[in-house]
């Protein structure tokens, strides 16, 4: 062998790389088993993903089509992985409580107790607004705009057999579930920062001061994250940049109850105002 496992045991990397070998074989297990039960209900997923867009389509005589033979089978492949991802979150932030848990052992937690389920919760309310509010008006933009407005895709919208969008069912689903994934990620941001204040890592007066560097970043990110038009990125900056506000009075806040625990005269004015 090219390496030394004797040495790795001495240095404790060795015991390091079997624990992340066995944590692997674990969430491969479970991927597989969430990734076959929601092939199981695929069809219905498959409907849940299209939510979003049906009523635009009924509204504007457009129509979703299958391009191939294997659109149908590739568009439930995809929906399947999806789906499993979201059903391996809530394994994978109790895999990562647990490391935590161990190593803040014989620290008291309090009601960090419940931080796994604030994340759980968050993402899946991500998950949710994302695919049930925020796209609706998104979809509905931009499938106005293509059939009803100046759009060059149609022209004029008369609803004749040579004038109706057609949407490929397999990308609009990725799409969709792409972003409502993405979106249960960024309600994580609150959660994230205010961690990460309360442990100290993070410093409330840094993200404070660069505000304008962060609401870039975040327009970068959306713009990567949603369709190529003005509209669609700022329907997803605003939620975003909301989250990091919140985040930043959960940091503030939460900085505030450690330096209240080691000073009772900490006060809001020494702190730092989060607005």
């Known amino acids: 062998m090219w390496w030394n496992r004797n040495k790795l045991k001495e240095t404790g990397i060795w015991g390091l790389m079997d624990s992340a070998r066995r944590w692997l074989y674990r969430i491969a297990f479970v991927f597989c088993g969430a990734f076959c039960l929601a092939w199981g209900f695929r069809s219905d997923l498959t409907a849940l993903a299209n939510w979003p867009v049906n009523e635009v389509l009924i ?10 033979v294997l659109d149908l089978f ?14 391996l979150v809530p394994f994978l932030v109790f895999v990562v409580w647990r490391i935590v848990k161990q190593k803040l052992k014989g620290a008291k937690l309090g009601i960090w107790k419940i931080s796994p389920y604030v994340a759980i919760l968050l993402f899946l309310s991500g ?24 759009g060059l895709l149609l022209g004029h919208g008369d609803n004749s057999a040579n004038d ?8 609009q689903v990725g799409v969709s579930l792409k972003l409502a994934l993405a979106g249960g ?15 100290g890592i993070l410093q409330h007066h840094i993200f404070k001061k660069q505000r304008g560097l962060v609401l ?6 959306s713009a990567l994250l949603t369709p190529p038009d003005p509209f669609s990125m700022l329907i997803m900056l605003g939620p975003l940049y909301s989250l990091f506000e919140l985040g930043l009075l959960g940091m503030w806040l939460a900085g505030r109850k450690k330096e209240n625990a080691r000073s009772p005269e900490a006060s809001y004015g020494n702190s730092g105002n989060p607005a």
């Open 74 to 87: 590739m568009t439930h492949i995809k929906v399947s992985f999806y789906f499993t991802l979201l059903l």
């Open 185 to 199: 990620l960024a309600f994580e941001i609150p959660f994230v920062l205010t961690i990460g204040g309360r442990l």
């Open 59 to 68: 509204k504007t005589n457009s129509k979703q089509i299958l391009y191939g």
């Open 164 to 171: 109706v969008l057609r949407l490929s069912m397999r990308d």
């Open 127 to 150: 998950f949710t607004f994302t695919l049930f509010i925020l796209l609706p008006q998104i979809y509905e933009f931009l499938i106005t705009y293509s059939t009803r407005g100046e």
């Open 216 to 221: 870039v970043a975040l327009a970068i990110l």
